[in-house]
């Protein structure tokens, strides 16, 4: 029986890798926040459906998401425009995904969030962090310092709740490369950067993995592959959160 899968930023660059990936073992529906974007949706082998995270009620996204077993969150502004509008996308456009899931009567769906390498407490450095990755840090946490408080804080209410199942994934710098079907996944140091296509691949693996619930796992481009290195992340508990 294939899996109803909701993608919210459905027209984002791993979105849309995403939907084509599941379309043999999934009904997916792409939410996206304008019609133009629809034809492109329709190509990726989805649904398209037009709700703005801005502009549009909790119990929207709640109809949205009723019947679905998992929803993928891979919106953001992209760290591009003004603080307020990165505020409303990777914030509080989070938290209304949250709460429209908890408000889905019965079973509810389980929730994939896509964040970002090294969001975390910034006052505390991961104890496996090298100084490459402390290098990598200081640079990323003041120049998009913005980016990083909003992600952060949504990660932080997220991991707080227990009403519904949920797993992190966290990429580091996304490349249009190929991919190459390997990576390191759990608690890797900050370089190398992904491909979308890996990041897409692994989303579609996580997509029947409940096993990975409470996980927010890292993941840069590496020799192992992917459901290899999913596998052995998820076995140990590899989780990169630190809060």
Do not use: C
Not at 75 to 86: F, P, V
Not at 217 to 224: A, M, Q, Y
């Amino acid at each position: 029986m294939s899996k109803v899968v909701t993608i919210v930023g459905g027209h984002g660059k791993v979105s849309l890798r995403l939907a084509h990936l599941l379309k043999a073992k999934a009904k997916v529906t792409s939410i996206i926040r304008t019609e133009e974007h629809a034809s492109d949706i329709t190509a990726a082998s989805a649904t398209p459906l037009v709700l703005s995270l801005e502009n549009d009620s909790v119990e929207k996204f709640t109809n949205a998401f009723e019947g679905s077993d998992v929803v993928v969150f891979s919106a953001g502004a992209g760290g591009q425009g003004s603080a307020d509008r990165t505020k409303a996308v990777d914030y509080e456009g989070a938290l209304k995904v949250y709460d429209a899931i908890e408000a889905v009567k019965g079973e509810k769906p389980r929730l994939l969030l896509v964040s970002a390498v090294d969001v975390r407490n910034p006052d505390i450095i991961p104890d496996y962090y090298n100084d490459e990755d402390k290098k990598i840090s200081e640079w990323s946490q003041t120049h998009l310092a913005t980016y990083y408080k909003w992600k952060y804080q949504a990660d932080k209410n997220l991991i707080e709740r227990t009403a519904f199942k949920w797993t992190i994934l966290r990429p580091s710098g996304l490349t249009n490369a190929e991919g190459t079907g390997k990576a390191s996944i759990g608690r890797p140091h900050l370089v190398p950067t992904i491909s979308r296509n890996d990041v897409a691949q692994t989303l579609a693996l996580l997509v029947d993995r409940p096993d990975a619930a409470g996980l927010a796992l890292d993941i840069v481009s590496g020799d192992t592959p992917l459901e290899e290195a999913l596998d052995e992340a998820i076995t140990k508990r590899a989780t990169a959160w630190v809060g």
